[in-house]
């Protein structure tokens, strides 16, 4: 079930309602934990004893890391939870991909091999949970934290339902003592998670659905018929459209898990007004790009081994995320291409603008500008259905502009704009606390306006982007 149904609506009620009706912290738990795997039968209940096994077998490599003496004995553990959980994902996630590409490069050297079909669902958030349960054993093999002995505590760190599918991915740091403490729904946490309910809801539907996918939507499934005006306006509204689609939907996570008294980690912090690339990433899926740099450019010795493989580091780390996106050249080109403006711009600091060097107001504006626009000339690559068409919409783009574009494409343009406005006004500020600033009664109006648009909007339901990785 999507956060924008009424299913949900239904779901989420009873919930919200038999969670405070339970008094123990204990039963509440349990509650919480078969909810969560009702939520996610409710995609493919096939699926269901796939995320209750990985968290299982996890839970218990946990316990063996813990025990096993230093050296060989944990990292044959370790090694195990990583065979296991990367495999299961190979299978399900990339094996079509990994087959095509060994077809392709035998067809080189004249062997013939066609694969198999085999047809294989994407089991849905697999992507998310295998991090969630990757980055736990990581931690113990670490020592970073003792273990939990409470399977059902593992088991809701994994499968919490507002976090299940797409984010944000967690940590156990981050999840354990509210895991083990209790706690309610409070005035203040239903109020603010039903606000950001609605705020992420009118990201998806109104935004991400009516405005921008209509236009992205029409440029990329007719690449070759279009012009430079669409091309600008297809990248520009798909750039609004990923962006308002994903983080509507974390803003609905947290929303939810607020309500139900727990914190999740903010994903997004206004990326559209990121100054470089690096900031860019410090702001966009934060809990995908900490966790990438914490295990894996980390694990590859980050920049402490030199420049050069410093810069190796950059791009692997970013190449495989591109991967872990999606499997497509297209998203290994996405993440290549961001690993190439990392490294540049780490290169350029370094060398020309050093560190700590003073930046006008003017400097740091027209440079936020070029990131935001290599961004979204990035995402043609993130979007196209393969290399070809995303190549001959990056032509489109140079293309003599001519006049006609439709009142739908300068809608999505002037909502893009507006957006990205609304970053640049927000970069340094707090959304709970900006709230607050704004009198209840208008707040409750500008949330009242939100709900009717939501409900009244036109456009397409479209599941969220995310759920296909």
């Not at 600033?437 to 949330?447: F, H, K, Q, S, T």
């Amino acid at each position: 079930m999507q956060f924008d149904s009424f299913t949900f609506v239904v779901f989420f009620a009873v919930v919200l309602c038999t969670y405070n009706a339970l008094r123990g912290w204990s039963a509440r738990k349990w509650f919480l934990l078969a909810a969560s795997y009702v939520f996610y039968a409710a995609w493919n209940p096939l699926f269901l004893p796939l995320l209750v096994g990985s968290a299982t077998l996890d839970f218990w490599v946990a316990q063996r890391i813990r025990a096993a003496a230093e050296g060989a004995p944990r990292r044959h553990w370790i090694i195990l939870t990583l065979v296991v959980n990367l495999g299961v994902l190979g299978i399900f996630k990339y094996h079509a991909f990994l087959l095509a590409n060994l077809a392709a490069a035998l067809a080189l050297v004249g062997v013939r091999y066609v694969p198999a079909p085999m047809d294989i669902i994407l089991p849905i958030g697999i992507s998310f949970y295998t991090f969630h349960s990757l980055s736990y054993c990581l931690d113990i093999y670490r020592g970073k934290f003792e273990p939990t002995r409470n399977w059902r505590d593992y088991a809701l760190y994994v499968a919490f339902f507002p976090q299940l599918v797409a984010g944000p991915i967690t940590r156990f740091t981050q999840m354990r003592a509210q895991i083990e403490n209790p706690r309610r729904t409070t005035r203040e946490g239903l109020a603010w998670g039903c606000a950001l309910l609605v705020l992420g809801l009118f990201e998806k539907c109104v935004l991400a659905d009516t405005v921008f996918a209509p236009v992205a939507d029409g440029f990329f499934n007719a690449v070759g018929r279009a012009g430079a005006a669409a091309a600008w306006s297809g990248t520009l509204a798909f750039s609004g459209q990923i962006f308002c689609d994903f983080a509507g939907y974390s803003t609905c996570a947290i929303g939810a898990a607020m309500a139900l008294g727990f914190v999740l980690p903010t994903n997004f912090r206004y990326p559209y007004a990121a100054i470089g690339f690096s900031d860019f990433w410090r702001r966009w899926h934060i809990s995908l790009s900490t966790w990438l740099r914490d295990y894996l450019y980390v694990s590859l010795g980050g920049n402490r081994r030199g420049e050069w493989r410093t810069y190796i580091n950059l791009m692997l780390t970013m190449l495989i995320g591109g991967l872990w996106h999606g499997a497509a050249w297209t998203f290994v080109i996405w993440g290549g291409l961001h690993g190439v403006f990392l490294a540049v711009e780490r290169c350029v600091r370094e060398r020309l603008w050093p560190a700590g060097a003073g930046a006008s107001a003017l400097l740091r504006t027209v440079y936020g500008m070029l990131t935001l626009l290599l961004v979204a000339i990035a995402w043609i690559w993130f979007r196209a259905a393969d290399a070809a068409t995303a190549w001959q919409a990056m032509t489109k783009l140079a293309g003599p502009l001519a006049p006609g574009a439709s009142a739908e494409q300068w809608l999505a343009i002037a909502a893009f704009a507006v957006v990205t406005a609304v970053h640049w006004l927000m970069r340094e500020r707090d959304l709970k606390s900006e709230c607050a600033r704004i009198p209840a009664p208008l707040l409750g109006a500008l949330l009242g306006a939100m709900l009717a648009l939501i409900v009244l909007s036109p456009g397409d339901n479209h599941a969220f982007i995310y759920f296909q990785f």
